[in-house]
Nanobody, 128 residues
Framework: QVQLVESGGGLVQPGGSLTLSCAAS????????IGWFRQAPGKEREGVSC????????YYADSVKGRFTVSRDNARNTVYLQMNSLKPEDTAIYYC?????????????????????WGQGTQVTVSS
């Protein structure tokens, strides 16, 4: 049974940092790309980042480039999202997801309907 569990969310001040984790079970991350999405109240779920399995290549939304870094630890079957210089507009529920494909689609990685399996989400709140 495919399962994704996010953790690491919380309350942080503007300019602060958080690292989210996405732990996978029921399948191995060795052959599966993982996407990160977020959804703020009243807004559509948007793609934040995606990391491929084959070469570790990654994609980022323009709004987080230079501030967020995605990485993976295949031995732990876990993907991480390091978030620095956080802004109030980063406040959202963050989700990880997979379609059990090995690569992030260059033009499709940020489309939510391309992912079949989702975690339950973790809340990130950026506020002073």
């Amino acid at each position: 049974q495919v399962q994704l569990v996010e953790s690491g969310g919380g309350l942080v001040q503007p300019g602060g940092s958080l690292t989210l984790s996405c732990a996978a079970s029921g399948f191995t991350l060795d052959y599966n790309a993982i996407g990160w999405f977020r959804q703020a109240p009243g807004k559509e779920r948007e793609g934040v980042s995606c990391i491929s399995t084959s070469d570790g290549s990654a994609y980022y939304a323009d709004s987080v480039k230079g501030r967020f870094t995605v990485s993976r630890d295949n031995a732990r079957n876990t993907v991480y999202l390091q978030m620095n210089s956080l802004k109030p507009e980063d406040t959202a529920i963050y989700y990880c997801a997979t379609d059990k494909a090995p690569r992030c689609g260059a033009s499709t990685w940020n489309i939510r309907y391309g992912y079949a399996y989702w975690g339950q989400g973790t809340q990130v709140t950026v506020s002073s």
